[in-house]
């Protein structure tokens, strides 16, 4: 894998994360945005990831916040990790576990929370390859924060799939989970 390959991610996320969209369509494809919002020009590249993971713990906090300045924040996550051609992330709806998706409410950002909760373990973890496990896991672990902090909010919003995932985790299994489910997704890419 190329590692100045562009993030991969499906670009209906995309518009799940700023209000729109859903989580069908392909697996894998290249983000694309509309208005690209630039950096700081007194801003580093240190400062930039140290954003980005703000960002995007922020986003595990408040998974449904749709304020204006948590929409801005996205919007800006969105625009650089699309411009950062040093990461690479994997869409892999099967780490969400199986059936049918697309019948759960906040399914467009469990997914997405998966996506960047890889970014920010890579941000946080140089020179770790992105197809390796412990990447993936970090994704699922960060939508699992982010469908519990859902449930504070909707406590009737329960997704089977996450219920399980969520007892696999605390009984510390939910390694063999992305074990098994990643290989459907490394091997697409």
């Known amino acids: 894998m190329n590692p100045k390959q562009s993030i991969i991610v499906t670009t209906v996320l995309a518009g799940s994360l700023l209000g729109c969209g859903t989580a069908s369509g392909p697996a894998t494809t290249t983000i694309t945005t509309p208005s690209p919002v630039a950096s700081d020009a007194s801003s580093s590249p240190q400062d930039d990831r140290a954003t980005a993971i703000k960002v995007i713990r922020d986003m595990e906090a408040n998974p449904l916040g749709a304020d204006e300045t948590r929409q801005g924040a996205r919007a800006w996550l969105l625009a650089w990790l699309s411009n950062n051609h040093d990461l690479t992330v994997f869409a892999c709806p099967d780490l969400l576990g199986p059936g049918d998706h697309k019948d759960y409410v906040h399914v467009d950002q469990l997914l997405v929370l998966t996506i960047f909760g890889e970014a920010a373990f890579l941000l946080e973890h140089p020179g770790i390859k992105p197809e390796s ?22 406590p009737k919003a329960h997704w089977t799939n996450f219920d399980e995932l969520i007892e696999l985790q605390d009984h510390q299994q939910l390694g063999s989970h992305i074990s098994h489910a990643m290989t459907g997704c490394t091997a697409k890419s």
């Open 133 to 154: 496990e412990e990447v993936f896991l970090a994704g699922m672990t960060s939508a699992l924060v982010g469908y519990r902090s859902i449930l504070v909010i909707e």
